[in-house]
């Protein structure tokens, strides 16, 4: 079964800007749990109040929390205090945010992280090399970049990647190694991966956040949870 993880950085992004109630992080928690939404996540930022009602969100929420962070020590000593229930690497500089691996620093990152009994999600781009890697640094689960999946200009470069993306999720499902997806994700995505694949969520932000203003938060969540169960 496949669950949905609301990304909030959009939101927190347009809250800063804005300070509207439907992009405030907090407003959106009765949402996610009415929704049966599995999951939320948002990258570490020192200066975003968020961090400081990580408590609250504990409690308004079953949902997983997902803190994103760089491949930096600093960061994850902070976050490790916040105790989210699993932390994603991520690399902004990189295209599509990706980390790439072999890395003695993030490898260090990592062990540290399972040394503290953190589970630690790399996000990779879609790579049999990458995921080997992912499974000789003991990590139970793995996020899959499907950027490039969304900006395919036709339909056999889309089959193409698709059938690609298929591939990774098998091998790392032969190595009990969890996969989950994201990056542009939207309704046609997700039934076409639903088609080859059962990850264990589909991270989407922009999505929701642009179908939120039309729709309402509520029913574009509502919707986008019956199309991951479809």
């Known amino acids: 079964m496949s669950y949905l993880e609301l990304n909030l950085d959009p939101f927190i992004s347009l809250w800063r800007e804005l300070d509207t109630s439907v992009s405030n992080?907090?407003?959106?928690?009765?949402?996610?749990?009415?929704?049966?939404?599995?999951?939320?996540?948002?990258?570490?930022?020192?200066?975003?109040?968020l961090?400081?009602?990580?408590?609250?969100?504990?409690?308004?929420?079953?949902?997983?929390?997902?803190?994103?962070?760089t491949p930096d020590k600093d960061i994850l000593k902070k976050v490790l205090d916040l105790a989210p229930d699993v932390i994603t690497i991520c690399n902004p500089e990189n295209k599509y945010s990706t980390i790439d691996l072999p890395s003695k620093r993030i490898s260090n990152i990592i062990g540290e992280a399972q040394k503290n009994k953190l589970p630690i999600i790399p996000r990779i781009v879609p790579d049999i090399k990458q995921l080997k890697y992912?499974?000789?640094l003991k990590c139970s689960e793995a996020e899959l970049a499907t950027n490039r999946l969304s900006k395919a200009?036709?339909?056999?470069?889309?089959?193409?990647?698709?059938?690609?993306?298929t591939k990774c999720y098998k091998v790392a499902q032969k190595n009990n190694l969890r996969i989950s997806f994201g990056g542009n994700l939207d309704k046609r995505?997700?039934?076409a991966l639903n088609s080859v694949t059962s990850p264990e969520f589909y991270s989407m932000g922009r999505y929701l956040l642009s179908f939120a203003m039309i729709k309402g938060i509520d029913n574009v969540l509502e919707d986008t949870v019956e199309?991951?169960?479809?």
């Open 189 to 191: 995505l997700i039934l």
């Open 25 to 49: 992080p907090l407003n959106l928690l009765g949402y996610v749990e009415s929704s049966y939404t599995g999951g939320i996540s948002f990258t570490y930022k020192p200066d975003i109040p």
């Open 134 to 136: 992912v499974y000789k």
């Open 153 to 165: 200009a036709s339909k056999t470069k889309f089959n193409t990647i698709l059938n690609h993306l």
């Open 227 to 230: 199309t991951i169960l479809k």
């Open 51 to 69: 961090f400081s009602e990580i408590s609250t969100i504990k409690k308004l929420t079953n949902s997983r929390i997902n803190i994103r962070i």
